[in-house]
């Protein structure tokens, strides 16, 4: 009886020790501001606590990008930057950096493979000086597993912020590899694809269903599936790319409502990684990217 419940017991310790691996698997480092789980490993710059700087998936090299845009040296192109732009030339244009130049703040370990991030974009041309959360979970069991979900919070307080923005702008590198954006259309029954090579000043796509779009190579069959939770704002698909990074970043565009945005904004969305065994494009989505 003795033994019997010996090996019981010790039975139950194995499983509960392979669970809470399995669970806890997704690492962070807050020395050195990086994330991995079993596929994906994510590294923060150690000055700018927002800008992502090293992506690997699968071992893939380094899949994102960053510039030193216009008259600051803090860069403004990185993946996980957010901006307001709007028109083109130099009398009707408005910018704002809400994340991007002279961003500063802390990243934190949550625990529980969650990390976050307060910042304020301050001291450069543009700079919005406005308070930004930013909070990421990574995972690394079941479905989900090395999926990334990002919550971003903008604090506008009662003055109203008029402008559209892109609350949260993924960014890959190169290119000329990452050359399509595929997305759902308004009725969610036909795959479009998109050619960001057309949008150097951005392209704003309103034959979309609000859902998800990915960037895609279609070469090597590697790219990110970014899906939108709902929320209160209307929104479109901002198709882009940006030659000082060399990177492809389409991203979510959110309508200022018509009083402008006033108190905390929350926009969140799962990034999902995927090669060709992963996901084949088409309208459905990889198990537990949602």
Known sequence: ???????????????????????????FDPINRTAASTNLFVDWDETNPEMIVDIHW???????????VGGCPDPLEFFGNSWVSIGEGTLNF?????????????????????????????????????????????????????TMTVLRRFRFGRDPFPYDLRPYIPRLHPSSSFSQVLHPDATGTVLITENPSLCPFGCEVVDWNGTWYAIHDPTSGLGLIVVRQPSGYNASLWVDQDAASDTTAPSILLHA??????????????????DETTWTPSLTLPEGCH
């Open 1 to 27: 009886m003795k033994i019997y419940r010996f090996f019981s017991i010790l039975s139950v310790m194995l499983v509960s020790l392979f669970l809470v691996s399995s669970v806890l698997a997704a690492t």
């Open 58 to 68: 699968k071992g893939s090299p380094n899949l994102t990008n960053s510039a030193v």
């Open 94 to 146: 408005i910018f704002y950096s809400l994340v991007g130049w002279g961003t500063t703040g802390t990243w934190n370990d949550l625990g529980a493979s969650q990390i976050r991030i307060q910042s304020i974009s301050e001291g450069c041309p543009g700079s919005a000086s406005i308070p930004v959360v930013t909070q990421y979970h990574i995972f690394d069991n079941g479905p989900r597993a090395d």
């Open 257 to 274: 409502p018509t009083k402008g945005f006033r108190g905390n904004v929350t926009e969140q969305e799962t990034l999902c990684f995927y």
